[in-house]
């Protein structure tokens, strides 16, 4: 059962994490050989204010 976390900076629309999921979840399967029904995904959207690069906040 491939397992996959994604943590993404606040502001994604469903749309645009259904089709990250689909993507994701085509490339699993290509590169593994699971089936689709058993890639679980689990996104984490993140506030902007905690999260940092370079000593400096999102």
Known sequence: MPLVHIELL???SPEQKEALVKD?????VKNT????????????????????VGGKMK
């Open 10 to 12: 606040e502001g994604r």
């Open 24 to 28: 994701v979840t085509e490339a699993i």
């Open 33 to 52: 050989g699971a089936k689709t029904e058993n890639v679980h995904i689990v996104i984490s959207d993140m506030a902007k204010g905690n999260y940092a």
